[in-house]
């Protein structure tokens, strides 16, 4: 099983719509968490952090649920420049930091 | 300020030749990360360094690979013998520190071709 697993899409949305992405983790000893976009050939930059409480940063929405071992990022009011790959990302100690990237899932807003 | 640099952004090479990618972390970032990213696939971790720390080198896919970083900069990554599974962007990312929400911050990336 992958450390960090991501339906990869696409998911082909309207704008204007709500699209929400999953998540999930399999080391329970995670302990910071994160969601980046990429978009198409180009690097990853840190969409937002994703918090125990969960937290949102305008039309983005992130939750953490640690029982059930996964982090969710809702967007709201999608609009055509949201089009790109988000990839979760999940960090823990132990000796040496471990960072695992997810492999991504990919959205497309559709005028 | 200025970000992440990479060089070379693209690099063509003949199969079995050697290969150097650089990257230039953001000043004053102590943890810098590699990575490969083949088409259409998630990012691979290779290797981290920390400060002065011995770098975490679990990521390195064999020994064909290996990277240098001199003090809390400039970093190289090396492939010899370059195979055609090789073929694929390596970023490069540094972060201010080692603690666990950090963000990195990537560079553009080197698009490495194998022929």
């Known amino acids: 099983r992958k450390e960090v697993e991501q339906d990869p899409g696409p998911f082909n949305v309207p704008e204007g719509a709500t699209v929400a992405f999953n998540c999930t983790y399999s080391?329970?000893?995670?302990?910071?968490f994160f969601w980046y976009r990429q978009d198409c050939r180009k690097e990853p930059k840190l969409l937002m952090s994703?918090?125990?409480s969960g937290n949102e940063d305008g039309r983005f929405t992130a939750q953490l649920n640690r029982a059930s071992q996964y982090i969710s990022l809702l967007i709201r009011d999608s609009k055509l420049s949201d089009s790109a790959t988000y990839l979760c990302?999940?960090?823990?100690?132990?000796?040496?930091?471990?960072?695992?990237f997810g492999t991504g899932t990919k959205l497309q807003v559709i005028p | 300020g200025a970000g992440v640099s990479q060089s070379p952004s693209n690099k063509v090479t003949e199969k079995g030749k050697d290969v150097e990618l650089r990257c230039d972390p953001i000043?004053?970032?102590?943890?810098l990360y590699w990575y490969r990213q083949r088409l259409g696939q998630g990012l691979e971790f290779l290797i981290y360094?920390?400060?002065?720390?011995?770098?975490?080198k679990s990521g390195l896919p064999s020994d064909r690979f290996s990277a240098e970083r001199t003090g809390e900069s400039v970093s190289t990554l090396t492939i010899q013998r370059t195979q055609q599974e090789d073929s694929a962007v390596y970023l490069c990312?540094?972060?201010?520190?080692?603690?666990?929400?950090?963000?990195?911050?990537f560079g553009p990336g080197t698009r490495l071709l194998v022929l």
């Open positions: 990312a540094s972060s201010v520190g080692a603690s666990l929400q950090e963000t990195q911050y």
């Open positions: 080391n329970s000893a995670s302990q910071s």
């Open positions: 990302v999940v960090r823990r100690s132990g000796g040496y930091q471990k960072v695992t």
């Open positions: 994703v918090y125990s």
């Open positions: 000043s004053g970032h102590t943890a």
């Open positions: 360094f920390q400060g002065n720390s011995a770098p975490d």
